[in-house]
Each structure stands twice: as C-alpha cells, then as structure tokens.
C-alpha cells in the first residue's frame, strides 16, 4: 500500500483536487452544484478557511484555500466537507448504495474517491500558477473555449478585479506544465 506523506503548516494556503467515485458525473447540474457549495459554506462555519480559488467540474473540484493562523488541518475540513455533502446528495436524490464491503464497513457511499490530491503553495508565483490553472481547467477537458463561459469558477471575480488581462497567454503558459492531481 502506498504511504502518503502530505504536509502541514499552520496558516498555510493549499491546492486541492478532489475526484468523484468512478470519475462519476454528479456536478452536472445546478442542483448538486448548489449543494457542493452549501457543504463548504458549512465547513467554513465550523472549520473557517479562506478559499482563494475554486473550479467546480462535472467529476471534480479544484481549489485554493488558506487555513486560519495556527491552524493546518485541512484533512478535518475535507472530511466534513465531504461527509455533509454525501448526506445533502442523499438527501435530495434518495440512498447513495455503497460499492464495496469495504465502504459498507465503513459507513461510506460510494459518492467520493477516498483520497485527495493536495500541493503546499510555496511562494506567490506557485500561488499564481495553480489560481490560472483552475480557471483554465475547463478548457482543458475541452468543456468550454473561454473561461468566463464556466459559471462555476472563481474565474470571473479575478477577472473583474483586474487579475487577468491577456487571459490566452495565461492558458498557454499552464499547458506547459500539466501535473496537478488529475
């Protein structure tokens, strides 16, 4: 079994990748979208974050988060986060069966995969690179051709504050480097 060694600093800022059982569609429509949004309004409550940047896609999520000062559990947030939308989802949509002895044992629907891609931010132009990379995210999967289409991102609020102002040479400059979790 492989051994995951993640990182943790207090107050530090994150990128995540979170993925669907199977790669499976659930953030296809408005519905689930809104649910997902309720489940981090709720963790933020109970566990506050600041998200820098998100991306909702049909089969995962990206997105940036700084923890509070003298705080570094991310993986609680996660957790809940995913434990409260599961029982949203559920709520909404009726039983989510489980897929496996082992997700029976251990109380678990088979709605998530149980790990997530996580990346420490290092320094304002690693920051830089990942907040493009989520707002390009779509294109890449070929959903969209202009990221102020993808209603589901943090996208244009950068936009808007004036973050972006050639937004292809931004594109072409995460093709060039592909890794981040997917």
């Known amino acids: 079994m492989p051994e995951y060694r993640r990182i943790f600093i207090e107050g530090g800022t994150y990128a995540f990748t979170v993925v669907t059982y199977k790669r ?3 953030f296809i429509d408005s ?8 489940a981090i309004q709720k963790t933020q409550y109970l566990y506050p974050f600041e998200q820098i940047a998100y991306c909702i896609l049909p089969d995962h999520i990206h997105c940036i988060w700084t923890l509070p000062e003298g705080d570094f559990n991310y993986p609680i947030r996660w957790k809940f986060l ?3 939308f599961s029982k949203l989802y559920q709520g909404v949509y009726g039983p989510y069966p489980p ?3 082992s997700r029976i044992n251990r109380g678990e629907v088979a709605i998530w995969q149980r790990r997530f891609w996580e990346h420490t931010i290092k320094d304002d132009e690693d920051l830089y690179n ?3 990379y989520i707002h390009f995210n779509p294109i890449k999967h070929g959903y969209i051709d202009d990221p102020q289409d993808w209603e589901w991102s943090s996208y244009r609020k950068y936009e808007l504050e004036g973050y972006y102002t050639d937004p292809w040479k931004e594109f072409s400059k995460i093709e060039e480097k592909r890794d981040y979790g997917e």
């Open 31 to 38: 519905a689930t979208r809104e649910l997902i949004f309720t």
């Open 82 to 84: 995913k434990s409260k």
């Open 130 to 132: 990942h907040i493009n």
């Open 99 to 101: 897929s496996n002895r």
């Open 24 to 26: 499976q569609p659930l």
